[in-house]
């Protein structure tokens, strides 16, 4: 498991870094400010959560399936959330059908705070060691 969320951290962090320059130099000629400004949140989520996975991936402190929860949580959490942004952003672009997609963003966004509160509850229950 730790391989497979440290494979995912790397592939949410390249994608974040590409989707970011991408924001910045192509689509900035073609979406509004607006537009930008929630394509570039999609960005920075994903890089947060990237990094969020990198660090539960060597996290010694939880078990195989904690470990499980929280990944499957975050990387739910970041397709949705991250996912719904850019295709709301571009909308305008691509001309698809996203008006379903707002409902979307807000799942994502608890998905996210779920593998957080989790982490947080999955520590908190641990047996201090002295």
């Known amino acids: 498991m730790d391989r497979k969320i440290l494979l995912t951290a790397a592939v949410l962090g390249i994608t974040a870094i590409i989707l970011g320059a991408f924001g ?9 400010e607006i537009q930008l400004q929630s394509f570039e949140t999609g960005v920075r989520y994903q ?11 060597t996290f010694a402190m939880l078990n195989e399936k904690e470990r499980a929860i929280i990944f499957w949580l975050t990387l739910s959490g970041v397709l949705f959330f991250s996912g ?17 997609l707002g409902p979307v963003t807000p ?11 989790y982490l947080f509850y999955s520590i908190l229950c641990k047996k201090p060691t002295i």
Do not use: P
């Open 84 to 100: 719904s942004i850019y295709l709301l952003a571009t909308n305008q672009l691509t001309q698809l059908k996203t008006k379903f």
């Open 47 to 57: 890089m947060y959560h990237a990094l969020f996975l990198l660090f539960i991936g």
């Open 24 to 32: 910045a130099h192509a689509l900035k000629k073609v979406l509004t």
């Open 107 to 117: 799942i994502g966004g608890m998905l996210l705070i779920s593998a957080w509160g």
